[in-house]
């Protein structure tokens, strides 16, 4: 096929109508004359094939090209090909572009998909549902002018999309929504909203349910105890009843001292707006979790004690005490007696650290980021034995994060470890 229109076939073509030009011209004795009047006509026959190409091209509707002759009809049948081509090539990206959207409706999420600018380039039907947005109308408007939320405006303005951001819905102030936004592609965006107002609920429930059955529990543990005690006191020494009794006492009060910390727990979880302006003198702190770690060490530990004078913090002093008593008494319990176990409160450049390091058992790599999560033990035998009840440290992550802090752990199994936390510039008392 491309042979026939090949450029050699084409200038044969036209050596051979000039010569038999010329040889026409030779027998009329008018040689120039009759290869101008071939030339022209030459010309005008293009002129014409030109006029039907372009025909074609803008007027016609016929999808096939007019027949074409001599070197046009390559031509014409090669614009044809590529547009059947193109025709395919378009087909495929529709069909692309239908199962890729077919996709983005079938998610359970609203998505948003905008340009660098927070123009608003797509969005799914769930988007218009849970966002209230209107397609194709909002098309090209910036996000921020149609979710018009002040903490979605911060977010915005912020640019810190690391961690999503929770906003009660736009189309219902009984619904909760959690918006996480991600770059992708050439500086487009893509915005994922999902509904967590029933996962809310449950975690509210669940809160409400531990609340209220560890203050259910509190009574009658403190009546078994009182009892327990009052039968020990009355059994004869060395009688069978004293050992059961004793094991009973030593189980309730460890489901006593569960009970309290669960409802320091949901106590510190449900105060998420606390009042950050009160003062915490650091110092007379650290006086009282002294001598309370002194009573929980009994001389069998090699304590010591450093505290910045003048160091005061902002924060709620009921929840800093109960975060720094947890530390300092989880590093007598895994600590062998003899053992070293160092407390500081000192400023450093981004705020104020409060740092235990103990030379205790350590903790192997793999545990630490668990160690927050409730009931997470590293060993639920060792833990028990000192009276732990896995809890611990999750008072002492949610206490911190009302604080804007977080606890840092580095350890050497066998050797000891130190917990650690930051309390940032803006709280301390000096720089206010
Ligand atoms: P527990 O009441 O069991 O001590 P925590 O939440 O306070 O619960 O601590 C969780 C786990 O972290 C503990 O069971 C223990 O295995 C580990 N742990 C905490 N502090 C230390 C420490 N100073 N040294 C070694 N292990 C520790």
């Avoid at 989880?330 to 390091?357: C, D, H, L, M």
């Amino acid at each position: 096929m491309f042979d026939s229109y090949s450029g050699y076939r084409m200038y044969s073509r036209l050596a051979a109508y000039l010569l038999l030009c010329v040889v026409i011209g030779l027998l009329v004795g008018k040689p120039l004359w009759i290869l101008i009047l071939g030339l022209g006509g030459l010309l005008l026959w293009h002129y014409r094939q030109l006029a039907r190409l372009n025909f074609w091209l803008w007027r016609d509707r016929k999808l096939t090209p007019p027949q074409g002759s001599g070197s046009w009809e390559g031509v014409f049948n090669g614009i044809y090909r590529l547009q059947g081509k193109n025709r395919r090539r378009l087909g495929q990206l529709a069909a692309l572009l239908g199962r890729f959207r077919q996709g983005a409706e079938a998610l359970p999420d609203a998505a948003i998909v905008l340009d660098s600018e927070l123009n608003i380039l797509w969005c799914n039907k769930l988007a218009q549902l849970m966002l209230g947005l209107v397609w194709p109308q909002d098309n090209g408007q910036r996000i921020d002018n149609l979710l018009r939320h002040p903490d979605f405006s911060l977010y915005i303005k912020a640019g810190k999309f690391k961690e999503p951001l929770e906003l009660p819905s736009p189309v219902s102030d009984r619904r909760l929504i959690e918006i996480r936004i991600m770059g992708y592609g050439d500086r487009q965006m893509l915005l994922i909203a999902r509904d967590i107002t029933r996962i809310r609920q449950l975690e509210g429930m669940r809160k409400e349910f531990v609340a209220n059955v560890s203050h259910e529990l509190k009574t009658p543990l403190t009546v078994l105890q009182g009892y327990l005690e009052m039968m020990q006191s009355m059994a004869e020494p060395g009688s069978m009843n004293a050992k059961p009794l004793s094991l009973m006492q030593q189980q309730t009060q460890r489901m006593q001292s569960m009970v309290e910390q669960l409802l320091m727990l949901s106590r510190i979880e449900d105060a998420s707006d606390i009042n950050l302006e009160e003062t915490v003198n650091m110092t007379l702190m650290m006086e009282v979790l002294k001598e309370e770690a002194m009573a929980l060490a009994q001389d069998r530990y090699e304590l010591t004690f450093s505290c910045e004078a003048g160091l005061d913090t902002h924060g709620n002093e009921l929840q800093l005490r109960s975060a720094c008593s947890n530390l300092i008494s989880n590093a007598i319990r895994y600590t062998e007696p003899g053992g070293k176990i160092t407390v500081k409160w000192q400023r450093v450049a981004t705020g104020a650290r409060f740092s235990v390091t103990d030379t205790g058992e350590g903790i192997a790599p793999q545990h630490i980021n668990r160690l927050t999560e409730r009931f997470y033990r590293v060993d639920s035998a060792r833990s028990r034995q000192t009276g732990g009840t896995g809890l611990g440290l999750a008072i002492v992550k949610h206490a911190l994060n009302h604080h804007h802090s977080e606890l840092n752990i580095s350890s050497d199994l066998g050797k000891g470890s130190t917990f650690s936390f930051v309390i940032p510039l803006h709280l301390l008392e000096q720089s206010k």
